[in-house]
C-alpha cells in the first residue's frame, strides 16, 4: 500500500505550533475554546515531570468486570488495560494511527496480507521479553468457535496469523485497508503466553504502569513501572483508579480534593465546578454518542414500522438541551459523526413528527399497551431522565413507554445486549468500518439492536466488507454514505445525541494536546498526564 494512502487515512498536525497555531488547530479538532487556550498554555509553559500519585474518578466499572481482555465493555475497563498494557498499534493524542508494539506494518497490494515487526528491547513486568509468539497467543485468544471474545467480530476475517522471524503475518479472507486500526483495539492488548496459553489473569503486560491491587467494580491500583519502554510517557508515581458511579459523589469528591480528576460530569451542575478556583474544565467533541438500542428479533421491536415510530417520536433537539446542556449535537440514528471521515452530510435530518409516528404505530397494529425501555445513569449521565422524556414526547404520537429503573451495578451484564429496549453508550471508533463491524455487523457480540436479518442487513454487511477493499476514497464513500442510509432506515439504534467529553481536573495536573477518541484523552490520561 502506498505512504500517501496512508497519509489520507489520518489527520495529520504540525509538530512545531506558536501558541495561536496551537488554539486555531485544537478548535479545528473540536476541542472548545477554553479548553483550547488552557491546553495551548500548558503545551508552551509544561513539560511532563515525574513523580505524584494520580487519583482518578471514573463514572464505570462494575463488580463482573474482569481483566480478561475479551469481557472490557467499560471505560474503566479500558484505561485498566491502557494502563498495564500495550497494543501493536494506538491511535495517537492527534488521532493519527502510530505504530506501538509494532515498529512498523505493512500490507500486500491485495490488503489482504498485512505484516507487523515487533518492537525488540521490551520486557513484561515479571521481566520475561516481549516475542512474536506473546502476539499470536494475544489474538487467538479472541478466535475461535469458542471465544465469547467481545473483540471476536473483529477477526472474523483472519484465516491465519504466522510468525515470520521477528515479524508477525495476519492473512485475510477479505481485503482491510483499515487493519491497522482494528489491532489498536482495547480488547486486543498484548499479553504474556506461557506453556501455551495467555495468560490474562497475572494482570501482567509491557504498560507503563504494574497492577498493586485489582478489585472489580470498586478501585485499581498501580505503581509506575521504571523500565517502561516509552520513555516519554507514565509520568505519575502511582495511579490510583476508582469507580464512582454516583455521580454526585464523583463530583463531590472533585470538589473536595478527593480526587485529581473525574469523567462523565454532570452538566446540570458544571456550574458549581467551572467556579472552584482549583479546577479546570477540559471538553472535547469527538464520537461519543447516546443511544437506545431496539432489539430487531425482540417484539414489537422486530416491527420496522413499530421502530421508525419509536424514532419519530423522540424530541432530538429537547434531549440535547436538557441532558446534554448544549454540550453536544442532535444525532441521526447512524453511529457515524461529523468527527468521521465519512459523515453522511447528505442524509435528511429526523424530526420529532408525533403524527407521522403515530401512522407507523397503526401500520405496525399496535395496541396501545405499555412499552417498557430500560434506564441506568450507569449507561450515561441523565439516561433515565433522558427515558422519562422519551416517554412524554411518545406520547403525543399514543405510544405508551414504562420506564424501568435499573440497577446501576450489573446494568451491562444482566440489561444491555439482553432486554428488548434499553439506554447505551458509545464511544465511537476512528472508522467507520470499525465502528459497523464492532456494533452493527450481523455477528457481531456488540450487536446490541441484534440487527441481523432481512434485505436490509444483507445488503449492510455486503458493503462494509466491500469498503474494507475499498482504496478509492470516492468510492468508498458511497459505500459508507449507503451504510448509514440503511442504519438510519432499518436498523433499531435510536440514536438521538452525540455527547462532549466533559472532565474535571486539578489545577494540578497538566497536560498537551488531548485526545477525543475516548473519553480521558483516549483512555490514556494516566500514561500520558503529568502533575505540573
Not at 140 to 146: A, C, I, L
Not at 352 to 381: E, I
Request: include cysteine.
Amino acid at each position: 500500500m502506498s505512504k500517501n494512502y496512508n497519509d489520507q487515512l489520518i489527520n495529520p498536525f504540525t509538530a512545531d505550533l506558536s501558541r495561536r497555531q496551537f488554539v486555531t488547530t485544537s478548535l479545528a479538532a473540536g476541542i472548545v475554546l477554553p479548553t483550547a487556550m488552557a491546553m495551548a498554555g500548558n503545551a508552551v509553559a509544561s513539560s511532563p515531570k515525574k513523580g505524584g500519585n494520580f487519583r482518578l474518578g471514573m463514572g464505570h466499572g462494575s463488580t463482573t468486570d474482569s481483566l480478561d481482555p475479551g469481557t472490557h465493555e467499560n471505560s474503566m475497563s479500558q484505561c485498566v488495560a491502557f494502563a498495564y498494557a500495550n497494543n501493536l498499534t494506538e491511535v495517537n493524542k492527534e488521532g493519527d494511527l502510530i505504530p506501538e508494539l509494532a515498529v512498523e506494518y505493512g500490507a500486500s497490494a491485495d490488503v489482504k496480507t498485512w505484516t507487523f515487526k515487533i518492537r525488540t528491547g521490551v520486557t513484561f513486568h515479571d521481566g520475561k521479553a516481549l516475542t512474536p509468539d506473546d502476539v499470536v497467543a494475544s489474538f487467538r485468544f479472541h478466535m475461535g468457535e469458542d471465544s465469547k471474545s467481545a473483540g471476536k467480530a473483529l477477526l472474523k476475517d483472519v484465516t491465519n496469523i504466522a510468525v515470520n522471524g521477528n515479524d508477525v503475518v495476519f492473512t485475510l479472507a477479505n481485503p482491510n485497508a483499515n487493519f491497522p486500526f482494528i489491532v489498536s483495539d482495547y480488547h486486543f492488548i498484548i499479553l504474556p503466553v506461557r506453556d501455551g496459553q495467555l495468560d490474562w489473569a497475572s494482570g501482567i503486560g509491557t504498560g507503563g504502569y504494574v497492577i498493586e491491587s485489582y478489585e472489580p467494580g470498586v478501585r485499581a491500583k498501580f505503581y509506575r513501572n521504571t523500565d517502561y519502554w516509552k520513555q516519554d510517557s507514565a509520568h505519575f508515581d502511582k495511579v490510583e483508579m476508582l469507580s464512582i458511579l454516583d455521580v454526585t459523589a464523583r463530583q463531590n469528591a472533585m470538589m473536595n480534593g478527593e480526587v485529581d480528576a473525574i469523567g462523565k460530569v454532570d452538566l446540570k451542575t458544571l456550574h458549581l465546578l467551572e467556579r472552584n478556583p482549583n479546577l479546570n474544565i477540559l471538553e472535547t467533541t469527538g464520537t461519543l454518542h447516546y443511544t437506545f438500542p431496539m432489539r430487531c428479533d425482540a417484539p414489537p421491536f422486530d416491527n420496522y414500522d413499530f421502530r421508525m415510530a419509536c424514532k419519530l417520536s423522540v424530541d432530538r433537539e429537547e434531549l440535547v438541551e436538557k441532558i446534554l446542556s448544549g454540550h453536544g449535537a442532535i444525532g441521526n440514528d447512524t453511529p457515524i459523526s461529523t468527527a468521521n471521515a465519512y459523515h453522511n452530510s447528505d442524509l435528511a435530518q429526523r424530526s420529532y413528527d408525533p403524527d407521522k409516528a403515530a401512522y407507523h404505530l397503526k401500520k405496525a397494529g399496535y395496541d396501545g399497551s405499555n412499552v417498557q425501555l430500560s434506564a441506568s445513569d450507569a449507561a450515561f449521565n441523565g439516561a433515565v431522565d433522558a427515558a422519562l422524556l422519551i416517554k412524554e414526547s411518545a406520547a403525543k404520537s399514543g405510544l405508551k413507554i414504562e420506564v424501568v429503573r435499573e440497577p446501576k451495578d450489573g446494568y451491562w451484564s444482566n440489561v444491555w445486549n439482553k432486554k428488548p429496549w434499553g439506554a447505551c453508550y458509545w464511544g465511537g471508533r476512528p472508522t467507520e468500518d470499525w465502528m459497523f463491524t464492532a456494533a452493527y455487523m450481523a455477528d457481531g457480540e456488540w450487536n446490541d439492536t441484534a440487527w441481523r436479518t432481512g434485505a436490509s442487513v444483507e445488503r449492510f454487511n455486503k458493503l462494509v466488507v466491500l469498503g474494507r477493499a475499498e482504496v478509492d476514497l470516492d468510492k468508498r464513500r458511497e459505500i459508507y454514505y449507503e451504510c448509514q442510509v440503511l442504519v438510519n432506515d432499518d436498523g433499531g439504534a435510536l440514536i438521538p445525541m452525540f455527547a462532549n467529553h466533559v472532565h474535571a481536573l486539578s489545577k494540578k495536573l497538566a497536560h498537551g494536546t488531548v485526545a477525543a477518541n475516548w473519553e480521558m484523552d483516549g483512555a490514556k490520561a494516566i500514561e500520558r498526564w503529568w502533575f505540573a
